[in-house]
């Protein structure tokens, strides 16, 4: 009877707080509706924790700025492997390999003739439409026999192009030195490269291609996934932030879901899941991967100077400090003029040189640059309207006096 009671002012209690009749302290004065305007119905969030909790439920909310566990990590267990060959491409239109430069081609298009039954002793091979060529790929997790992957194929001698290629089956092994992969097929090749009497045009590389689909898995790579006790996640952008949020909200999931905490941040990489005794481990990792957790990195600032890109996150701050900058310009003008010798002379006529230099100054405004956030601070950069090379100096300046608060990556 006192259980039953309870129930009912339990519940009675959640419609009363629910209903907005009492005072929000999160949302000041009035009836702590969310609209504000204090007779409003809108739910009370700290309510709802409040009943929640009393009530043994877990509610987990998506905040803001967040990213599902998928998208930023990824399981120990699903790890690529990379795959090498090397073979040839055969049917190019006179760009292949040189086999004088290239011996090593003469020799692998000699020992592929004798396999196929064809004696080339005592010839001498003078073919430019074959090209030696180092075939990569990445195997994935849990391939299976018989699915295809995608081959990249780079040449390795002197060819000029690999346009219209075919390569010939070449298999492809492990760091183990096992074979997993035979890779065939025509090459795709995206380059442009056109040459004339007095003019060259190229662009991208014409010595590199790909064959999507190009390979078939021959070997899987043992895989024992569901004879595991648990999962391990590996961060892509370590943090012991996000490591201990991501923590939390698998354990908020598992609470509800299995009644019993799972999860565990061993370090600012690796979160260890226990798989609970009457659960699926896949179906587990696909209910887990589609949580929602707050990411946080630290404050960095990546700087290319070959390129003049500039990367500033989000969290960068930066104290008050007055910048100048300046660039010196320094112009020579070249104006020699013509002395023409006097009439009856026996002079002849010269070039006197006649150089001018002038030097000055661009810019050199002094501007006050506070950054409590990314919209003031790089408001603050253009102000003083310079270049990118020159926003570079200024936060390697700004670095070296102590005002900038975040790590500067130079690339």
Not at 87 to 97: E, K, R, S
Not at 239 to 259: C, H, K, L, P
Not at 400 to 408: M, R
């Amino acid at each position: 009877m006192i259980r039953k009671l309870g129930k009912i002012v339990g519940i009675w209690i959640a419609m009363f707080c629910l209903a907005g009749s009492g005072p929000g302290p999160d949302f000041g004065a009035g009836t702590g509706t969310e609209a504000g305007n204090g007779t409003g119905t809108a739910t009370s969030q700290g309510a709802v924790d409040s009943f929640a909790t009393g009530s043994g439920l877990s509610f987990i909310r998506p905040a803001g700025a967040a990213s599902r566990i998928k998208d930023i990590a990824s399981l120990q267990a699903g790890r690529d492997n990379q795959l090498i060959g090397y073979g040839l491409v055969v049917g190019l239109q006179g760009t292949g390999d040189g086999l004088r430069n290239s011996p090593f081609t003469e020799q692998s298009l000699r020992a592929m003739l004798q396999n196929l039954g064809i004696s080339t002793e005592g010839g001498a091979s003078r073919v430019n439409n074959v090209a030696a060529v180092i075939v990569t790929a990445n195997l994935p997790p849990f391939a299976s026999l018989g699915s295809r992957i995608d081959v990249t194929v780079s040449s390795l001698g002197d060819a000029t192009s690999l346009r219209g290629g075919t390569l010939i089956m070449t298999s492809m092994s492990g760091a183990d030195g096992q074979i997993y992969a035979v890779a065939q097929g025509s090459v795709i090749v995206s380059a442009i490269n056109a040459q004339g009497d007095a003019a060259t045009l190229q662009q991208g590389t014409a010595t590199a291609g790909r064959l999507p689909g190009g390979a078939i898995i021959e070997r899987e790579i043992p895989a024992k996934f569901k004879q595991v006790d648990g999962l391990v996640y590996q961060l892509r952008n370590p943090d012991f932030t996000t490591a201990v949020g991501m923590a939390d909200v698998i354990n908020a999931f598992s609470e509800a879901r299995y009644g019993s905490a799972i999860a565990e941040a061993q370090d600012s990489t690796s979160v260890a899941v226990r798989k609970p005794a009457r659960a699926d481990l896949a179906r587990l990792t696909a209910e887990l991967e589609g949580l929602v957790v707050e990411t946080d990195t630290p404050a960095r600032v990546v700087v290319n100077e070959r390129t003049g890109t500039i990367v500033i996150g989000n969290d960068v701050r930066v104290s008050k400090v007055a910048v100048s900058h300046g660039t010196l310009t320094v112009q020579i003008n070249e104006m020699p003029t013509v002395v023409q010798p006097l009439p009856f002379s026996d002079g002849v006529t010269a070039v006197e040189p006649l150089t001018d230099i002038t030097a000055g100054i661009d810019g050199g405004q002094i501007a006050m640059i506070e950054g409590p956030d990314l919209r003031t601070l790089v408001a603050g950069l253009n102000s003083i309207g310079v270049k990118p090379d020159g926003v570079i100096a200024i936060l390697q300046g700004i670095k070296s006096a102590g005002a900038l608060h975040a790590e500067l990556v130079l690339q």
